[in-house]
């Protein structure tokens, strides 16, 4: 009943209010007893979004496009990180960017691909206190994205923050990562239907994890030498009490 749930949200906004933390709670619809809630965002501040790119000139195009529409965060500053692009499309795509969008730069990482190498040097020029990784063919479809994944990157509990993340045909590519899982680690629910609630509403709710992958991640840039891209070495950061937090209401598809 709409009553049940509604005293659910109240007793969950009551403890947010006794832990400081302010916020509303919404129910979430098709997972009765299950709720979201929305952090106010009390520590604002710049986020630069770092997004390797070598050539596919268009998927980079959706991209930004898609990120600009639906960030929600005005604060922000985007460093495209070019990597042995050769193609000429790609350069002019480049040039149409950094004019197009505010805060848009194209920096030169000169060397061969190393995805922890390429993310490093894109966070030495950036400016933003937090770091969004964002691979560069993901289209952002939730609006006010950068906005929710800051609100719990934020809080100093947490140390990363991923997003649901969708294969083209709507079914599920990434929804946290879960250690020991087919004998080293594995994404949670992979495969499932993009709108199922996966068991006991794990693809419903923003939960913990024991890591999220480097292709949509949130991190506070002083933590980011603690985070190693590498799923493999994810268990230093969950034993040094930080939780990784994937966000369910981000959802993106590439």
């Given at each position: 009943p709409d009553e049940a749930l509604a005293a659910g949200a109240a007793a969950v906004e009551a403890q947010l209010l006794r832990l400081g933390m302010p916020g509303r709670v919404e129910p979430i619809p098709g997972s009765p007893g299950a709720y979201r809630t929305r952090y106010d965002v009390t520590r604002p501040g710049r986020v630069t979004v770092l997004i390797p790119n070598k050539d596919h000139s268009?998927?980079?195009?959706?991209?930004?496009?898609?990120?600009?529409?639906?960030?929600?965060?005005?604060?922000?500053?985007?460093?495209?990180?070019?990597?042995?692009?050769?193609q000429a499309e790609t350069f002019a795509c480049y040039g149409r960017a950094q004019q197009q969008y505010p805060n848009c730069r194209v920096l030169t990482y000169k060397g061969g691909f190393n995805f922890s190498a390429i993310n490093n040097f894109g966070a030495r020029h950036a400016t933003g206190a937090h770091l969004l990784l964002l691979n560069n063919d993901i289209q952002v479809e939730t609006p006010g994205f950068v906005r929710e994944l800051l609100s719990y990157s934020q809080r100093p509990d947490v140390g990363a923050v991923g997003a649901k993340l969708?294969?083209?045909?709507?079914?599920?590519?990434?929804?946290?990562?879960?250690?020991?899982?087919?004998?080293?680690?594995?994404?949670?629910?992979k495969g499932h239907p993009r709108d199922s609630g996966g068991d006991m509403y794990r693809l419903a709710t923003t939960q913990n994890m024991c890591a999220v992958t480097g292709a949509c991640l949130m991190v506070k840039k002083e933590l980011l030498p603690e985070v190693y891209l590498k799923v493999i070495e994810a268990?230093?950061?969950?034993?040094?009490?930080?939780?990784?937090?994937?966000?369910?209401?981000?959802?993106?598809?590439?």
């Amino acid at each position: 009943p709409d009553e049940a749930l509604a005293a659910g949200a109240a007793a969950v906004e009551a403890q947010l209010l006794r832990l400081g933390m302010p916020g509303r709670v919404e129910p979430i619809p098709g997972s009765p007893g299950a709720y979201r809630t929305r952090y106010d965002v009390t520590r604002p501040g710049r986020v630069t979004v770092l997004i390797p790119n070598k050539d596919h000139s268009e998927d980079l195009a959706r991209c930004l496009e898609s990120l600009y529409r639906n960030a929600g965060w005005d604060d922000l500053e985007v460093l495209v990180l070019e990597n042995n692009s050769t193609q000429a499309e790609t350069f002019a795509c480049y040039g149409r960017a950094q004019q197009q969008y505010p805060n848009c730069r194209v920096l030169t990482y000169k060397g061969g691909f190393n995805f922890s190498a390429i993310n490093n040097f894109g966070a030495r020029h950036a400016t933003g206190a937090h770091l969004l990784l964002l691979n560069n063919d993901i289209q952002v479809e939730t609006p006010g994205f950068v906005r929710e994944l800051l609100s719990y990157s934020q809080r100093p509990d947490v140390g990363a923050v991923g997003a649901k993340l969708f294969y083209p045909d709507g079914t599920i590519q990434h929804a946290g990562v879960f250690i020991g899982l087919g004998g080293s680690a594995g994404h949670s629910h992979k495969g499932h239907p993009r709108d199922s609630g996966g068991d006991m509403y794990r693809l419903a709710t923003t939960q913990n994890m024991c890591a999220v992958t480097g292709a949509c991640l949130m991190v506070k840039k002083e933590l980011l030498p603690e985070v190693y891209l590498k799923v493999i070495e994810a268990k230093r950061m969950l034993e040094s009490g930080r939780a990784k937090t994937v966000n369910e209401a981000v959802k993106k598809a590439n």
